[in-house]
């Protein structure tokens, strides 16, 4: 049946009891019964089906209610196609094979069997595809289906029920509404509940995803009113979970919490671990959401657990326990363990066909290794999660995967991406906003034409006013909305145009007086050697004249009065220490880091040898060396011969 299959065709619940084990309760035999006799009246497991749902109820419901049962097998016995065992027994062997088999040899096959075996076999090999999650086989068998049975309603409506899910998995979801409406305008004139409620969970689902909550939450009702009628536990309990999920989604984790803990008891005393799973996810999500995360994770262990231990559980299903558990260590700020779990989990991708969760699991580990200072494999996740959701309409992990982005170019100093990301944010931002606003306006709207229908009934020229009025309302609505959002975007452009001013001019600033000061430093540097030149010029100037006035043989008693004076000037060191650390602070300025990197590089260099080059960095001559240093021009060239000899690329001067 559709329903059995595709009941779980959920966001967060992918395949849940695809391996065909039911709890064979007197509901359920009903309903299975009637949906597979019922509308096509060829498969006599429907007849069988109720005649097993007879056999329960012949001693716990009146006669009434059995001949009730009895008239419908008989009706369904009076339309059905006769099929035989061995027909049967064929048609389960060419499900089985028909994959392997070339397109000439299943029509031939086909050929063998009658028309109610073939479409069984068409609509059984279509469930199977969707139990592997294939969309391309799913859609080999359509395209069959239809071919083999052209122009009939029924089919149609069956493939296009399996055309939405294979759009819903490709992101199409407006094709995907599409293709369910048209499925279940077909439905809604016959009498099978199950279907439509089957329909009905599957738009929700679609609607889910794309943020439209109130639509999916009202569809999810629906579908439990039709199940309640078709009286299937485990339909409803599955439609229950589905229900909780959109209300935790909905961030109504009181109710969601609500309905898994009323139903997951239930369920645990049955054989279904994919619903099982499925139920304490929903439980643990709801749990997050009254920021209970140590529940949260239990929930999510328990999940985990029944996943990996259920034989034949779906790898998607395995993929998606693990995102979920590690999301609530990462709640608990168990940093380490959520990203050893991402990690494994990770290893199992290439074994997921249902890629709708992709894109939050990449966040989710991106986000785990920001925190954990993992800065660039971080953002080589969060670019993966922009590369899958450019295709989809999935606006929540956009704006996620550009938060993150952000973050991490300003931790990184990237200052420009970093607005560019931030941008990007805002428009997602923005988007998820605009679509808000438009839910409550669809919502008011509804609101406005159901009560203008009432008052209809009272005045129809009242009727024809109000629906003036409504049509303004709408329209200066609307028009408040866009001249709003035009607004608020002109508002934003014009406070980011001038923030980015303001920081060119801070940064020039900052250059300029950067600029300045070294030039400043610079000018003080020149100064203080340059009188330390004018200095030793003059202290060598007096010492000529010394010199001369000593040659003098008439001035005996001046010429030891000038040898005293002589040898006071000389005593004194002409570059002193005191001076020798003004000017290495004054050249630190100008030239910071030098001398420190000429030692580094050359340990063994000698604090002359040094000076001579701190004043070759300056650019003065053999002369202007001389003279700050106190010693003759030959002096200095013989200095810078040997630092040539030892150091050839330290000397930037030739003279």
């Known amino acids: 049946m559709i329903f059995h299959s595709a009941l779980f065709s959920n966001k967060h619940f992918d395949a849940v009891n695809r391996s065909g084990k039911r709890s064979k309760s007197p509901s359920t035999a009903f309903v299975q019964g009637y949906s597979a006799g019922g509308q096509k009246s060829g498969h006599i497991i429907g007849v069988k089906n109720l005649l097993v749902l007879a056999h329960y109820c012949r001693k716990s419901v009146g006669f009434p209610i059995l001949l009730m049962l009895l008239l419908i097998t008989f009706e369904c016995c009076k339309k059905t196609e006769t099929v035989s065992p061995d027909e049967h027994q064929r048609l389960q062997e060419l499900v089985a094979v028909a994959d392997s088999l070339s397109e000439q040899d299943l029509n031939a096959r086909l050929a063998l069997l009658g028309e109610t075996s073939r479409d069984s076999f068409y609509q059984q090999s279509i ?41 819903q998995w490709a992101g199409r979801y407006e094709a ?8 279940f305008d077909f439905y809604s004139t016959t009498q099978n509940n199950f279907k439509k409620a089957n329909i009905l969970l599957a738009r929700g689902g679609n609607m889910g995803i794309q943020g439209k909550m109130s639509q999916d939450i009202n569809f999810k009702y629906k579908a439990l009113e039709y199940l309640k009628l078709s009286r299937d536990s485990a339909g409803i309990f599955a439609a229950s ?20 803990q009323e139903i997951l008891p239930q369920m645990m005393s049955k054989d279904d671990p994919a619903g099982q799973s499925y139920g304490f996810i929903v439980q643990g999500k709801s749990f997050s959401g009254i920021k209970d995360y140590e529940n949260a ?60 969760l992709l894109p939050v699991f990449y ?35 956009t704006m996620s995967s550009n938060k993150i982005l952000y973050e991490i170019s300003k931790q990184q100093g990237r200052y420009s991406e970093a607005l560019k990301y931030h941008e990007m944010y805002q428009i997602a931002s923005d988007s998820i906003f605009s679509v808000e606003k438009e839910k409550t306006i669809q919502r008011l709207t509804t609101q406005f034409e159901t009560r203008e229908k009432e008052e209809k009934i009272v005045s129809l020229t009242r009727e024809n006013s109000l629906s003036k009025q409504r049509n303004w309302w709408i329209t200066g609505t609307f028009g408040l909305l866009i001249f709003g959002i035009w607004y608020t975007f002109r508002l934003k452009l014009q406070r980011k145009k001038a923030e980015l001013m303001l920081e060119s001019e801070r940064f020039s600033q900052q250059a300029k007086l950067h600029e300045a000061e070294n030039e400043h430093n610079r000018k003080r540097l020149e100064d203080y050697a340059q009188m330390l030149i004018d200095r030793n010029e003059k202290i060598a100037e007096l010492n000529r004249q010394i010199q001369h006035e000593n040659s003098a043989p008439e001035q005996s008693t001046a010429a030891d009065e000038n040898d005293f004076l002589a040898s006071q000037i000389f005593n004194q ?52 060396c001389g003279s700050v240093l106190g010693i003759s021009q030959d002096s200095v060239k013989k200095a810078r011969y040997r630092i040539r000899k030892k150091y050839s690329t330290l000397l930037t001067s030739s003279d």
């Open 127 to 167: 469930e199977q595809c969707y139990s592997r999650i294939d969309s391309s086989c799913i859609e080999h068998y359509i395209s069959l289906y239809k071919m083999a049975f052209p122009n009939n309603p029924e089919v149609n409506a069956f493939c296009d029920f399996y055309n939405a899910v294979t759009y």
């Open 241 to 260: 979970l589905m229900l909780a999920n959109t209300l935790a989604n909905n961030r109504d984790f009181n109710k969601a919490l609500e309905i898994t």
């Open 176 to 183: 995907a509404e599409i293709s369910y409406a048209k499925a």
């Open 573 to 624: 060191s002409i570059l002193t220490p005191e001076d020798w650390e003004k000017f290495k602070a004054h050249y630190e300025l100008v030239f910071p880091g030098f001398m420190a990197s000429i030692r580094f590089q050359y340990p063994e260099i000698s604090p002359a040898e040094l000076r001579i080059l701190m004043l070759d960095k300056m650019g003065l001559s053999t002369r202007e």
């Open 363 to 397: 966040n989710t580990l991106a986000k785990a290794l920001q925190l954990d200072g993992q800065l660039s494999k971080a953002e080589e996740y969060a670019q993966i999660c922009l590369q899958l959701t450019s295709k989809r309409k999935e606006m929540h992990a």
């Open 297 to 356: 994770l239990k929930s999510m262990g328990e999940c985990l657990h029944i996943r990996k231990t259920a034989n034949g559980a779906p790898q998607s299903q395995i993929f998606e326990a693990y995102y979920w558990y590690c999301k609530c260590l990462l709640d608990l700020n168990r940093i380490d363990e959520a990203i050893d779990s991402l990690q494994v989990a990770e290893r199992l991708i290439n074994k997921v066909t249902n890629h709708q």
